[in-house]
């Protein structure tokens, strides 16, 4: 989506009062190494064809020096089409937990929390406790200090005041 604010804004148009709806957002903080990828995709002037996936493929895997290295364990790396929405999509919107906070506020929703892996809340309950679960300026903090907190992705849900 070309923005991704104006289709949020467009969903909340239609949503009723007191209405939840769930949202998936691009971590930031998560795809710093996709973002790295994709300046060098960039600057090598690769496109998407399955010869230039392969060439890039070929030079992370070899390079066990790369900074990219990382990359190369996740099973999306390794399907064209899959690899080619991961490294070579060509509109992507990354976003922060305070742009979020501003969005909400912006769009007249609250936050009601993240879907995410239970393991993640207990280590953040632990670090912030259970009152914490909601605050997305602790959720921030927490991110800053685990920068794959998210995965790529922060998916939550909110309700319309």
């Known amino acids: 989506m070309k923005d991704p604010l104006a289709g949020w804004q467009s969903l909340v148009n239609v949503l009723e009062p007191n209405g939840i709806m769930f949202i998936g957002?691009?971590?930031?903080?998560?795809?710093?190494?996709?973002?790295?990828?994709?300046?060098?995709?960039?600057?090598?002037?690769?496109?998407?064809?399955?010869?230039?996936?392969?060439?890039?493929?070929?030079?992370?895997?070899?390079?066990p020096n790369?900074?990219?290295?990382?990359?190369?364990?996740?099973?999306?790396?390794?399907?064209?089409?899959?690899?080619?929405?991961?490294?070579?999509?060509?509109q992507e919107h990354l976003f922060t937990i305070p742009a979020i906070e501003q969005a909400l506020n912006k769009f007249g929703l609250t936050f009601l929390g993240f879907e995410i892996d239970k393991r993640i809340i207990h280590a953040f309950k632990s670090e912030y406790g259970q009152d914490a679960l909601y605050d997305l300026s602790k959720?921030?903090?927490f991110e800053e200090k685990h920068p794959n907190t998210f995965g790529g992705m922060y998916q939550f849900w909110t309700r319309k005041l």
């Open 25 to 63: 957002l691009y971590s930031e903080y998560a795809r710093q190494e996709i973002s790295r990828i994709k300046k060098h995709i960039g600057e090598k002037g690769l496109d998407s064809t399955p010869m230039s996936i392969r060439k890039l493929r070929k030079e992370i895997m070899e390079d």
């Open 66 to 90: 790369s900074e990219y290295g990382d990359i190369s364990t996740g099973k999306d790396f390794y399907s064209m089409s899959n690899c080619r929405d991961l490294l070579f999509h060509v």
């Open 139 to 141: 959720w921030h903090q």
